[in-house]
């Protein structure tokens, strides 16, 4: 009978914990977990962040890694039906209160800077219903925007203040899906091409020229990507772990989809534009998560169980240590 041994011409060593390094096709059994464990290269590493003053999900969000906004949300402290008001500022390292959204929202689309946001559709605590309404951040306060004829939550978003796309969603809590499309001009919302695919709890990334759109629930979870063109959809490549309420960044050939409704709910994926690589896993599983930053430089925003964590994204080769089962 052949052993690993014979195999291989080395012994499996017999650690009572993980290496600090692994090596890439390193062997060892962990004698205090009595696990097999093995050295796999995977695709960028998720490390922890400053956490948020206020934990909460469903939060509007967006800017960058260093230069991060989160809007709204809820959670079971808030204001009639849970939903929040206060703005936080990330710097990469530590959250900082900006100045509060004049209603309560969550569930919505998010577009734009620190400094120039929008924060549209959603939940509203007053009245309590789903809206259309737009805001808008200066980086100081927000002012009121365009309003869209679509009335949606669970809905994706992406592009800047001026320029934004939203897509899919759903009219009420676990209503009909929505394919349609509306962009946004900085003052009026108008229709866009159709999705493909009709979801809800979808992300997305990119400008209202060149988004990709992505996972989401059908009502069964979705792993499709498309594409827009500023037009119409097309097919893109789908995801290795179909999902809802995930949060995504980045730009259409250049995507980041992390967490969401399908456990350990921790799962990255990185596009480029045809295919979907996975990544290192979130260090806390979560769903209705906001997004931000780059492929290469993501953020990840409280979540589903309420959460404060905050998770920064750095992309390149990582040796991690995985659990040898069988089949």
Known sequence: MATYYG????KVQYLASDPASPQNGQVWFNSTSNLLKVGITQQGAWATGGNLVTARN?????GTQTAGLAAGGYNGTGPPAGGVTS???YDGTSWTAGGNLPVGRWSGGAAGTQTTALAFSGDLVTPAAVTGTSVEYDGTSWTSGGTSPVVRRDLGGCGTQTVALGFGGTPTYGGPKLNTTQEYDGTSWTAGGNLGTARDGIAGAGLQTSASAFGGNTPTASAATEEYNGTSWTAGGSLNTARGYLAGAGLQTAALAFGGDISPNAQTELYNGTSWTVGGNLTTGRLRLGGAGT?????????SPDTSATEEFTDGPT???RTVTGT
């Open 7 to 10: 195999t291989y011409g080395q």
């Open 319 to 321: 040796v991690v240590a």
């Open 58 to 62: 469903g939060i509007q969000s967006c």
């Open 87 to 89: 703005t936080e500022e």
């Open 295 to 303: 492929q290469t430089s993501g953020l990840a925003i409280g979540g």
